[in-house]
């Protein structure tokens, strides 16, 4: 595993954003590994047994069964292995009081699931790019919320 | 010429009746001149008129006739005085000889015990008629030295007036007694420790005892509820202690059917010289109005806690409405953004490969994708008006403007259309929802103009009062944004100025205006939400005036 690739989590019950995601990251012709979780629940226990190899970016849904991307972004907050990885919620709603309440809990963006495949992809490309530079939490609104 | 009476020392004074006998002409009389009177007479006569007790003498075999001043008011006007002065009895008294005077003078002098009368109804011819007159008197016999009785004293005097006060207080009371006993209320009296001096037939019936004499203390703990014991007890020991009157209502066992009824109670104190004497008072039952009105507080309980029930399931079925909008719009749009998304990758690699007929259908899906999403995020906007944090803020209606032609920069540029703020004013908002409410004005106004012309939009800030905003909904004594947004676009009917508000409700067809049916219903939730309100003119192809109210939170 070279240095230079970008080693991405994405969370999500949702096969169809699944593939759509993988195909979007293979489109951008990116140096990535991607690895997937349909639940919350899994997704802490991989990262539970991969601490050294941690992701740089993980990709959280909100909406999931057994463990919700809120409850996974709590976890993953207050695991002290687990702490600095990036998070970005990756939704299909926008309801600002909810993007402001996951902000507050240490989310690092928010990413509105687009309804448009290019533009979907120009939005991962954003957040790979951006996210894992940002080191300030009090990164403003703007900035949180990943546009295309 | 009469002859006067010299050295009659027995006739000086005596007032009027003195004046009658000292000139009075006594030789036309059987005892002749007083100076022939005997000494018995003489002394009789003296102390006579100088008596201020009403006195009167029948003297010598004929039973002549003396009396003194104090006597005279008996006799009335028009009657025996002054005429009767030395006549016989048989003569001034003929209405009463033969019942009265002749036995009782008869008894007297023939060495009877004197004799005591009260209150003895004597009727006599006096004020022109005959007259009922009750007296009181003593006949007592006048003796000579010899021991010979002459004449007969009586020392009387008239009671009528009080006779007749104490037959008509006995009838008043009688009155009173026959009235208080047909009246279907309690009436009772009682003294100053509340003994029972009186209770009429109805109270006595109640509780079931033959006279107010047996109605002591014990009545009232036998009869009187449990419960109101101590509300009797603690009413009258007030009263009493107050002196005041009271009014209570307690139940009291009905004798005849064993049940408790309510009674209004009411006392007024009976008063003397400043010192409590009793009570007089009443009871009335009232027991129907009683159970009638406790039966109806029930009633307004039971039916207003319905009404809170209902409210509150109304409140939670707004609830789950607001959340199944929420919860559906949120999901629906799920799916859709995935058909949206596998929509646009098909355009990208595939839709070169497509026929025209194909592509033409190709399009007519997306777009219908587009107008569902467009409806999905109206929807949503709408349901969580209600739900989101609402934080108000002084902003100012021109920077909103200038924010939504930055929103609205497209629409703007492909319809040239002008948009103006003639004047701007504060407003208290949550910023966003203004936002969004100015935003689907104006994109309203955008999006029903005129095929030809420029679209013009005017938006005006004022503040008023809420009496110059004329409307029912106004809050008084309220300040108000007043802000109108005027376009030249086609406008609409007046009849419709409040369908237009509603949810789904669409003036025209999809093909001709796109429009979601919910822009101008967020417009109005969001005024509502504000405690504000909305109203729309329209004249069809003349343009539309909407106009925002919304209450001034912090007056400037």
Redesign the interface.
């Known amino acids: 595993m070279e240095i230079n690739t970008i080693h991405i989590l994405l969370v999500d019950d949702?096969e169809?954003?699944r593939v759509?995601f993988e195909?979007a990251l293979e489109d951008l012709a990116l140096d990535v590994r991607l690895e997937t979780s349909e639940n919350g629940l899994r997704a802490m226990e991989y990262l539970q047994d991969t601490k050294g190899t941690l992701p740089d970016i993980v990709f959280l849904d909100l909406n999931m069964p057994l463990v919700s991307g809120r409850e996974c972004l709590e976890q993953i907050r207050n695991d002290e292995d687990l702490k600095t990885i990036k998070v970005v919620i990756y939704s299909?709603?926008f309801?600002?009081?909810t993007v402001m309440l996951l902000k507050n809990l240490g989310a690092d963006g928010y990413l509105c699931?687009?309804?448009?495949?290019?533009d979907?992809k120009k939005a991962i490309l954003t957040a790979i790019n951006s996210i894992p530079n940002i080191n300030d939490k009090n990164v403003d609104m703007h900035n949180f919320v990943i546009k295309p | 010429m009469k002859e006067k009476n010299d050295n009659l020392y027995f006739l000086e004074g005596g007032g009027e009746m003195g004046e009658m006998m000292r000139t009075m002409d006594w030789n036309a009389t059987v005892l002749g001149p007083p100076q022939g009177w005997p000494q018995e007479l003489r002394t009789t006569l003296d102390n006579l008129l100088g008596s201020l007790f009403p006195m009167f003498l029948f003297w010598g075999e004929e039973l002549l006739c003396f009396y003194n001043d104090a006597y005279r008011p008996s006799l009335g006007d028009n009657g025996k005085h002054p005429h009767i002065l030395g006549k016989a009895a048989r003569e001034a008294w003929p209405e009463v000889w033969e019942e009265v005077v002749a036995p009782m003078t008869g008894q007297i002098i023939s060495g009877g015990k004197s004799l005591w009368s009260e209150n003895r109804l004597i009727p006599i011819l006096r004020n022109g008629r005959m007259e009922d007159v009750y007296w009181t008197f003593s006949y007592s016999p006048v003796r000579d030295s010899s021991g010979k009785i002459s004449g007969v004293l009586i020392v009387s005097s008239e009671t009528t007036n009080a006779v007749q006060d104490k037959r008509r207080l006995t009838e008043s009371e009688l009155r009173f007694r026959e009235l208080a006993d047909h009246s279907p209320m309690w009436i009772w009296i009682t003294d100053a420790e509340v003994n029972v001096e009186y209770a009429n037939k109805e109270l006595l019936e109640y509780v079931g005892i033959g006279h107010y004499k047996e109605f002591t203390g014990q009545i009232w703990v036998d009869m009187v509820h449990p419960a109101d014991i101590d509300t009797v007890y603690s009413g009258f020991g007030e009263a009493v202690e107050n002196k005041t009157g009271f009014a209570l209502e307690y139940r009291v066992k009905n004798t005849n059917t064993g049940e408790y009824e309510w009674f209004m109670v009411r006392g007024a104190p009976r008063m003397e010289n400043g010192e409590l004497t009793g009570f007089i008072g009443t009871g009335m039952n009232v027991h129907k109005q009683r159970t009638f009105s406790e039966e109806l507080r029930k009633e307004v309980g039971m039916r207003t806690k319905e009404l809170s029930t209902s409210n509150a399931r109304l409140e939670r079925s707004n609830k789950e409405l607001q959340s199944f909008a929420y919860i559906s719009s949120h999901d629906l749009q799920e799916p859709l953004r995935k058909i949206q998304t596998f929509c646009s990758i098909l355009m990208d690699s595939e839709y070169e490969r497509l026929s025209e007929q194909g592509k033409l259908k190709f399009d007519r899906m997306q777009s219908a994708a587009r107008r569902m999403q467009v409806l999905i995020n109206d929807l949503l906007a709408y349901s969580r008006l209600d739900t989101e944090s609402r934080k108000l803020e002084t902003i100012c209606l021109s920077s909103v403007v200038s924010e939504i032609r930055v929103e609205l920069t497209e629409d703007i540029s492909a319809k040239n259309a002008f948009i103006s703020v003639k004047s701007s004013c504060n407003i208290d908002v949550v910023p966003f929802q203004f936002t969004q409410l100015l935003n689907n004005l104006v994109s309203n106004s955008l999006k029903y103009s005129k095929d030809n012309g420029q679209p013009i939009v005017e938006i005006e800030g004022k503040i008023i009062s809420a009496a110059d905003v004329g409307d029912s909904r106004a809050i008084k004594d309220t300040e108000y944004s007043w802000i109108t947004v005027n376009d030249n676009g086609i406008g609409f009917d007046a009849a419709y100025s409040e369908k237009i508000f509603e949810v789904f409700q669409r003036l025209h067809g999809r093909n001709e205006y796109r429009g979601t049916g919910v822009g101008l219903a967020i417009v109005k939730k969001i005024a509502e939400n504000h405690k504000g309100f909305v109203r729309a003119t329209g004249r069809p192809g003349e343009g539309s005036i909407f106009e925002i109210f919304i209450p001034r939170n912090s007056p400037d």
């Open positions: 949702d169809d954003d759509l195909e299909t709603s309801n600002l009081d699931k687009p309804g448009n495949y290019s979907l």
